[in-house]
């Protein structure tokens, strides 16, 4: 009974929301198109010949967004454990991006040149312990970090997303030591409430 009081009250706030109806009217498939639109906007991230990756894509409205920038000189390989819908020019890997099969799909993918840019929206399913959910969150940004020594060029761009909290501050730091430049952004369509942010790594040192 509670639940469904729950689930109702989420379901009207979510049809209320200007970024759900705004999406849903451009066929994007998810309202988080918005916290990448806001920040590529912001600082000029997605250039038309980049081989961008995609971590945590489906449903796919980051891909949607790259792929309505990136042309024919770039790629985009796009990585979730859900299922995907296919986007034009979008290589989606099934999987997870911990497993380390998927991650040298993805390196055989990006091929030697490896990515321009590496873009993380993904959040590990929650437990409801709040010790416990963050420590998974900064082990799973500690290992797209890992991925990133792999598979980045020199210079190129990390995006990132995180929730405050304990470890943020050193993960932070660490990421200022191998990038020349850390921002943290909290774009306009990530909920208030919510303690999601991304922190953007640019020109990576190598
Ligand atoms: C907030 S959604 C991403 C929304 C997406 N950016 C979009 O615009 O449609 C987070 C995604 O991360 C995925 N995810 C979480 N952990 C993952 C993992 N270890 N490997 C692959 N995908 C993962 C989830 O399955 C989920 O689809």
């Not at 979730?80 to 055989?108: A, H, N, W």
């Amino acid at each position: 009974m509670r639940k469904n009081k729950f689930s109702n009250r989420w379901l009207q706030s979510h049809n209320k929301d200007p970024y759900v109806k705004k999406a849903r009217e451009s066929h994007f498939r998810s309202r988080a198109v918005y916290k990448l639109q806001e920040i590529n906007e912001k600082d000029k991230l997605i250039k038309p010949d980049y081989c961008v990756v995609d971590l945590g894509s489906s449903p796919g409205s980051w891909s949607q967004y790259l792929s309505s920038i990136i042309d024919s000189r770039g790629q985009i390989i796009a990585i979730d454990i859900l299922p995907m819908e296919p986007i034009e020019q979008v290589f989606y890997i099934s999987g997870d991006f911990t497993d380390e099969i998927i991650q040298k799909e993805c390196l055989r993918q990006a091929g030697k040149k490896g990515a321009d840019l590496v873009i993380s929206d993904m959040a590990p399913n929650l437990t409801g312990i709040k010790v416990t959910d963050q420590s998974r969150n900064m082990a799973l940004a500690e290992l797209v970090y890992d991925f990133c020594t792999q598979i980045l060029k020199p210079g190129g761009d990390l995006l990132v997303k995180l929730f405050e909290g304990e470890g943020t501050y050193e993960f932070r730091r660490f990421l200022q030591e191998k990038f020349s430049k850390v921002i943290v952004r909290k774009p306009k369509a990530s909920r208030d409430q919510s303690r999601e942010f991304y922190i953007l790594a640019r020109s990576y040192k190598l």
